[in-house]
């Protein structure tokens, strides 16, 4: 409303109000559905689409499978024309010979009274054959001369289609009953039939039995992989044993095919992953290790190790567990041992003891970094690795006390943490020992006393180490041991037990390489004496932890990184680096090895020096597994219980009851039966072995002269 000159007052008409909210354009507006999403959609969740083609790498193999089907499809198509021939022509000297006629006067034993008219018969139907071929060839002369050669063409076509038609494979012949419940053809290099064959070659399926398919045949790395389902009650751990067999079925070398039973929620008892390598995927030269290039490593990381056969890389993880690695001289130990020290030397805030038995220069690029090191194969050195020893089992005590004193934020197991083994007010870092030549301090026979008992060097380095490997890696401890001399008398059944990881490159029989590796583990196909000689660095890795290969799998064959003398020492020159930067340089690696104050009383009292891993008397025959390992898990209990079940035995020694039950029984120790008491009142009979048996039989064998 305005006020004119005149002082009247005018109406002016207002912009209109509208009612609305605000609406900002930047956001982002609903996408439409379009037609190319809704079809692939309705791929991904239709039932009538095969669920091959939902998988985009099995859809890729599907395609690679037809085309190489239309590439010779002209060959198969001359080929069944070829047999439709051969088919006809058999069809028609059956048809021109009477051969029906006869054999029905020959089972009617009238042959003699019908020759006449056999005789007869054959001569009319030659001069059928004659006349249907004059009435042909006369009839496409005529033909030709009056339409030309296009219609003896179509007829030669139509001929053809009707011989290949009959020269098609009969069900039940090689190639055209499907084998496996999926397609006819897997591959165009596999055939399911012969895979099939193999497996009943192999007795792992019976003649009447078949495999179903679970995933066709796709190429992997340098191979085939495949995943099939056993029949029912056929077992995929005996298809993991029987390796050899099924390679030499498949007519392969034993290394070129890898079998693993398929766990977790996609697998079950019965279900095989194969892989089946083009060549030897050992023969080319190994590769450098990766942490050549890497300025740095967290060693709560697992170490980067090898690759197995497919190409796939393995990680070994190293905190929280220990390692043995086994094998005859010129194998590559030397060189499996230093990668995982490699990865933790790279570590500034690690601290290693090194000590080198074999009294070489393989491991002395590590004194630059190493917290204690020593390099020789004396008496003077094992007693030093005693004093070591002794000093880390204080470590792991100290380390626990001082556990209990942190809140539930800092550590909330009563074991250590990333962040713990940082904090340099709490002197907890992680720390490595690694022993090459560990079968050197275990014989010495050097006699010590400890807390008034007298025992030789080796029995109380043994006794150390055992206690180490069950304590001290929750506590930061991580014990690496490296042998080549893997046998029950070089290292005690005590010790082999507690040890997390195993890596055994070649020995020299199946005993070795269970030593190794753990008892009864050639019987479920793993026997690293059965690697080839050629095959450096080459081993079977039982992890403790998760690798590449997945969190269940038993063990695996690995090709070790080549991390030559010049690489090595890269390597130690940089962690010395990171140490320096770090202000983490210690020991002896700083200048400053002092000998450490000792409590041997102390010590000897926490691991129960002289009582657990005792060898047996010089001049006293070794237990035969699996006594000793029995004896060595009763230790004191032996004395103290009077029962022991059999299946208590089993789960703590990881063997396979019937295989056990068997060997002990060879021994002349025998299982008997127990009743024992149930929660509800009642009792319960189980089998089991009385200690008195067992101490028996372990003294039978120990007063042998």
Request: charged content about 25%.
């Amino acid at each position: 409303m305005n006020t004119d000159v005149n002082g009247s007052r005018a109406v002016e008409k207002a912009e209109p109000v509208y009612d609305a909210e605000l609406v900002d354009d930047t956001l982002p507006q609903p996408r439409r559905r379009t037609f190319r999403r809704r079809l692939a959609r309705w791929w991904r969740l239709s039932p009538r689409v095969p669920r091959t083609l939902k998988n985009p790498a099995q859809a890729r193999q599907a395609a690679k499978d037809l085309v190489v089907a239309v590439l010779r499809s002209p060959w198969r198509y001359f080929r069944a024309v070829l047999r439709g021939l051969v088919v006809a022509v058999r069809w028609w000297r059956r048809w021109v010979t009477v051969r029906d006629y006869r054999e029905a006067a020959e089972q009617s034993e009238k042959l003699a009274d019908k020759f006449a008219e056999i005789r007869e018969l054959t001569l009319f139907r030659w001069r059928v054959t004659g006349a249907v071929v004059a009435v042909g060839v006369a009839a496409g002369g005529a033909t030709s001369l009056v339409w030309g050669a296009r219609p003896l063409w179509i007829s030669a076509a139509v001929a053809s289609l009707a011989l290949a038609i009959l020269g098609r494979r009969k069900d039940g012949s090689p190639g055209r009953k499907p084998a496996l419940a999926g397609p006819r053809t897997l591959t165009w290099t596999m055939d399911p039939q012969v895979l099939v064959d193999a497996f009943r070659d192999a007795k792992l399926i019976g003649k009447d039995e078949s495999l179903r398919l679970v995933e066709r045949a796709t190429r992997v790395g340098d191979g085939w992989a495949i995943t099939v389902d056993l029949p029912a009650t056929r077992k995929a751990a005996d298809v993991v044993k029987n390796r050899e067999a099924l390679a030499s079925a498949l007519a392969v070398d034993e290394v070129q095919l890898i079998v693993e039973r398929v766990r977790g929620n996609g697998g079950h008892a019965g279900r095989v992953s194969m892989w089946v390598a083009d060549e030897d995927p050992y023969a080319s030269p190994p590769l450098r290790t990766p942490l050549l290039g890497a300025e740095q490593w967290d060693a709560w990381r697992p170490v980067p190790f090898g690759r197995d056969a497919r190409g796939r890389r393995i990680d070994l993880p190293l905190v929280w567990t220990s390692l043995l690695v086994g094998a005859i001289p010129r194998q590559g130990k030397t060189f499996a041992t230093r990668l995982a020290a490699a990865g933790l030397i790279l570590d500034a805030w690690t601290r290693l003891y090194v000590a080198d038995f074999k009294a070489g220069k393989d491991w002395d690029a590590a004194a630059q970094v190493a917290h204690r090191f020593l390099s020789g194969d004396e008496s003077e050195h094992v007693l030093q690795l005693v004093g070591w020893l002794v000093e880390l089992v204080t470590e792991v005590q100290g380390r626990y006390r001082r556990m209990r004193g942190l809140d539930d934020e800092m550590c909330p197991e009563s074991k250590i943490a990333p962040a713990m083994s940082r904090d340099p007010t709490l002197d907890m870092p992680i720390t490595a020992i690694f022993i090459d030549e560990v079968q050197v301090p275990l014989e010495d026979r050097t006699p010590i006393e400890v807390q008034g008992k007298k025992l030789t060097a080796g029995d109380y380095v043994g006794e150390l180490l055992t206690w180490l490997a069950k304590k001290g890696p929750a506590a930061g401890i991580v014990l690496v041991l490296a042998t080549q001399r893997p046998d029950s008398k070089t290292i005690p059944s005590g010790l082999r037990a507690v040890l997390g990881s195993r890596f055994a490159l070649r020995v020299m029989d199946w005993r070795d390489s269970n030593i190794v590796l753990g008892e009864q583990m050639n019987t479920r196909g793993y026997d690293s004496s059965r690697l080839l000689p050629s095959h450096k660095g080459v081993g079977i890795l039982r992890p403790d932890g998760d690798t590449q290969a997945g969190a269940d799998v038993l063990a695996m064959t690995v090709r070790t990184y080549y991390m030559p003398n010049e690489d090595w020492q890269t390597i130690c020159r940089q962690g010395r680096t990171l140490r320096e930067t770090a202000g983490t340089l210690t020991g002896h690696a700083a200048g400053r090895e002092t000998t450490p104050l000792l409590d041997s009383a102390a010590v000897a009292k926490v691991i129960g020096s002289g009582a657990q891993t005792r060898e047996p008397e010089r001049g006293r025959p070794e237990l035969p597994e699996p006594l000793a390992s029995v004896v060595a898990y009763l230790g004191d209990g032996i004395d103290e219980r009077d029962f022991v079940p059999t299946a208590e035995l089993v789960e703590a020694l990881d063997v396979e009851p019937t295989v056990f039950g068997r060997q002990m029984g060879e021994l002349g120790c025998h299982s008997d039966r127990r009743r024992v008491p149930r929660e509800d009142g009642g009792t319960r009979q189980i089998r089991g072995y009385f200690t008195a048996a067992i101490r028996a039989t372990a003294s039978s064998y120990q007063s042998e002269e």
